[in-house]
T-cell receptor
Framework: GEDVEQSLFLSVREGDSSVINCTYT??????LYWYKQEPGAGLQLLTY?????DMKQDQRLTVLLNKKDKHLSLRIADTQTGDSAIYFC????????????FGKGTTLSVSS | DTEVTQTPKHLVMGMTNKKSLKCEQH?????MYWYKQKAKKPPELMFV???????INESVPSRFSPECPNSSLLNLHLHALQPEDSALYLC??????????????FGPGTRLTVT
């Protein structure tokens, strides 16, 4: 079956790097995503990675994918207080209209 | 422009009321979605429309009725809701094209309270 697991909480100091981890079970997943949700707001697509890639970098964000272990991580460099939010890992398949399967979300708390 | 808009932002309704949630996107996306999100939980899929046709209904009670009048609009009609239906209702859209990455863009949500 399909399942996405994340640790629930992460606390870091401003300026440090944050690493949020995710594991998934469906080896046929084609795309993997990271979404950010600030309090009272909708979800913001941060970045995504194709399953045939190992790494993707986008400014302060680095996504690492280990297909063998079905492990996905999101690294945020120079974490700021504005990065405090819930981060959801999600997966989907290469078919039109197929919905996202979300992890439970990791709450990132950044202290100054 | 990657904006999905939703109205209203907040809605309070009684269990006997009828109301509608609205969602709009002008990105030319052909797949649109309704999700329900309870506090501190991930979004749960309710409905998927692909090319204006309902393609997925995740066993949602009939008191929730979706409608897709055209490729830019998605409605969710509400009738005889229960207090446990109180949640954040999120709309999303995606290109729905096999040659494109299926990233979904979410609206800000409608915070629904059923009294």
């Amino acid at each position: 079956g399909e399942d996405v697991e994340q640790s629930l909480f992460l606390s870091v100091r401003e300026g440090d790097s944050s690493v949020i981890n995710c594991t998934y079970t469906d080896s046929s997943s084609t795309y993997l995503y990271w979404y950010k949700q600030e309090p009272g707001a909708g979800l913001q697509l941060l970045t995504y990675i194709f399953s045939n890639m190992d790494m993707k970098q986008d400014q302060r964000l680095t996504v690492l994918l280990n297909k063998k272990d079905k492990h996905l991580s999101l690294r945020i460099a120079d974490t700021q207080t504005g990065d405090s939010a819930i981060y959801f890992c999600a997966e989907t398949h290469n078919q039109a209209g197929t919905a996202l399967i979300f992890g439970k979300g990791t709450t990132l708390s950044v202290s100054s | 422009d990657t904006e999905v808009t939703q109205t209203p932002k907040h809605l309070v309704m009684g269990m006997t009321n009828k109301k509608s949630l609205k969602c709009e996107q002008h990105m030319g996306h052909r797949a649109m979605y309704w999700y329900k999100q309870k506090a501190k939980k991930p979004p749960e899929l309710m409905f998927v429309y692909s090319y204006e046709k309902l393609s997925i209904n995740e066993s949602v009670p009939s008191r929730f009725s979706p409608e897709c009048p055209n490729s830019s609009l998605l409605n969710l009609h509400l009738h005889a809701l229960q207090p446990e239906d109180s949640a954040l209702y999120l709309c999303a859209s995606s290109p729905g094209n096999r040659d494109r990455v299926y990233e979904q863009y979410f609206g800000p949500g409608t915070r629904l309270t059923v009294t």
